[in-house]
T-cell receptor, first 110, second 117 residues
Framework: DAKTTQPTSMDCAEGRAANLPCNHS???????VYWYRQIHSQGPQYIIH???NNETNEMASLIITEDRKSSTLILPHATLRDTAVYYC???????????FGQGTRLTINP | GAVVSQHPSWVICKSGTSVKIECRSL??????MFWYRQFPKQSLMLMAT?????????EQGVEKDKFLINHASLTLSTLTVTSAHPEDSSFYIC?????????????FGNGTRLTVT
């Protein structure tokens, strides 16, 4: 399985863009990058995923470097409700399971 | 969007008893479901992969006789914690995938908090 490295914690001011980095230097060519978040005492919520190209949806944007060794999740206008643990996960090649790392605890401050 | 429902959301049981947790995919069929466990301030740890109509695949270190998994239909998987002990107290979360190409996202239930007294 490709491993990911994320900062343990980050802070961001409400209304500003939150940029969460992730390193996945051993990613394989056909592995996707997924982002989930977990708000306290709830199940993980899917945010976005991508392979090579940058992706955007109603929740966030995903920027993947050209060499695919790292990516950044962008929450364009963070709110207090975005406070959560954010997980960057590389999908196991040929399998379906998601293996979670420790994630980044993002705190949005008023 | 795809919805995964878990029941119950919380349960308290006495040591030595068994507890069953249900995981349902409400609007899609899932040939595979996954069971995770999460202790306080820790990440999710995959326990097992539940395959419809066949035996579950357990991760290393997870006792298959203690954590019984049944996936009898395309919309329901159950996890039974047998002879529960206080150390089994944890947050149990299931996930399921729609029957589409493997790069589609997994959807998660809202978890079951088990407390064994």
């Amino acid at each position: 399985d490709a491993k990911t490295t994320q900062p343990t914690s980050m802070d961001c001011a409400e209304g500003r863009a939150a940029n969460l980095p992730c390193n996945h230097s051993t990613i394989s060519g056909n592995e996707y990058v997924y982002w989930y978040r977990q708000i306290h005492s709830q199940g993980p919520q899917y945010i976005i995923h991508g392979l090579k190209n940058n992706e955007t949806n109603e929740m966030a944007s995903l920027i993947i470097t050209e060499d695919r060794k790292s990516s950044t999740l962008i929450l364009p206008h963070a709110t207090l409700r975005d406070t959560a643990v954010y997980y960057c996960i590389v999908r196991v090649q040929g399998a379906q399971k998601l293996v979670f790392g420790q994630g980044t605890r993002l705190t949005i401050n008023p | 969007g795809a919805v995964v429902s878990q029941h119950p959301s919380w349960v308290i049981c006495k040591s030595g008893t068994s507890v069953k947790i249900e995981c349902r995919s409400l609007d899609f069929q899932a040939t595979t479901m996954f069971w995770y466990r999460q202790f306080p301030k820790q990440s999710l740890m995959l326990m097992a992969t539940s395959n419809e109509g066949s035996k579950a695949t357990y991760e290393q270190g997870v006792e298959k006789d203690k954590f019984l998994i049944n996936h009898a239909s395309l919309t329901l998987s159950t996890l039974t914690v047998t002879s529960a002990h206080p150390e089994d107290s944890s947050f149990y979360i299931c996930s399921a995938e729609d029957r589409v190409p493997y790069n589609s996202p997994l959807h998660f239930g809202n978890g079951t908090r088990l407390t064994v007294t």
